[in-house]
């Protein structure tokens, strides 16, 4: 749902908060936002439409 419309909006923010949902994401906020944008940073690669 919140990942459907993230990628449909292209909103880091809101996939963010789907990441953050996910049962298995188990981190404090502030670990979990950095976890996050390390996957970011190491797919922006394989995400290049994304970031265009």
């Given amino acids: 749902e919140i990942v459907n419309e993230a ?3 292209r909103d880091l923010n809101l996939a963010f908060r789907a990441f953050c949902n996910d049962q298995l994401v188990r981190l404090p906020l502030d670990q979990a936002r950095k ?3 390390e996957m970011i940073e190491n797919t922006k690669s394989y995400l290049s439409e994304y970031f265009a």
């Fill in 7 to 9: 990628a449909a909006k």
């Fill in 35 to 37: 976890l996050f944008d």
